[in-house]
């Protein structure tokens, strides 16, 4: 279990630090701030987020699901104030680093596959 959640923050770190490679208006100083931030961004969307989206399932709802990347957007901002090293200059840097991340994210756990 311990590995299984190391393996998820090695992987988003490095996810992360792709991303803000490629991303103008994303900022990561070091490799352990990447680290720092694929923890923090674990437990954001481990106990934040959920609460974030029963809070907003009325407009969840009435935007079919759309509102979800306002809520992926949020955490990102919430993380770059909470993460000394990490910083993202606006909306819609938060926008594409969410989307990116994601995509790179999975891409790579599919790579390392799911060990159980």
Known sequence: ????????????????????????????????????????????????????????????????????IVINVLIIKWASDLVPGFKVDGWWSALLFSLLLSVVTSLMEGLVGNRK
Do not use: E
């Open 1 to 68: 279990m311990l590995s299984r959640f190391l393996t998820k923050v090695l992987i988003t770190a490095i996810a992360s630090l792709l991303a803000s490679y490629l991303l103008r208006g994303v900022y990561i100083n070091s490799i352990q701030t990447a680290i720092i931030l694929a923890i923090v961004l674990a437990l954001l969307n481990n106990f934040i987020k959920p609460i974030l989206i029963i809070l907003t399932l009325p407009i969840t709802l009435l935007t079919l699901g759309l509102f979800l």
